[in-house]
């Protein structure tokens, strides 16, 4: 099996078409149409598009990803914000940037599942997000 031993190391379905910008490995981030940046619940749209997680820091103009959009991946050390879960629950985007939690987010911000916690301890999570988002009322 691969290794997960550091921030961005993953596996599964990586693109790398495009850059990514103000992220650090390990940061969940959205697409915005140019480039990859770090994804908060609190802001439609930056959790509604597609989402994926930083493979590596940010990059060079011109240089695109790496940036894992469906797999196994270990998040940066203390990515998962709370500790209200256990391994094989749902974790919701946060409302910290590029963060996931198990809670779902409080009013006015976008629920949307992410994928499921495998090692809490180890922020390692199985990354599928759901196409679908609701904004919290």
């Known amino acids: 099996s691969a ?10 379905e990586i693109i790398s078409h495009l850059r990514i910008n103000a992220a650090s490995a390990g940061d969940v981030v ?19 598009g597609l989402l994926g997680v930083a493979l590596a820091d940010t990059g060079p ?6 940036v ?3 797999g ?7 990515h998962i914000t709370d500790t209200s879960g256990d391994e094989g ?12 939690q198990f809670a779902v987010p409080g009013s006015s911000n976008f629920a949307r599942i992410v994928g499921y916690c495998m090692d809490e301890t180890n922020d ?4 599928n997000p759901g196409t679908t988002f609701v904004e919290v009322s």
């Open 124 to 127: 390692i999570i199985y990354f």
């Open 30 to 48: 959205y697409h915005n149409g140019t480039d990859w940046r770090g994804a908060l619940a609190n802001d439609e749209n930056k959790s509604n």
């Open 89 to 100: 629950d749902p974790l919701y985007l946060s409302t910290t940037d590029g963060h996931v």
């Open 3 to 12: 290794s997960l031993a550091s921030a961005g190391d993953g596996y599964g």
């Open 61 to 66: 103009i011109g240089v695109g990803g790496p």
């Open 68 to 70: 894992l959009i469906r």
């Open 72 to 78: 196994m991946v270990r998040l940066g050390a203390g």
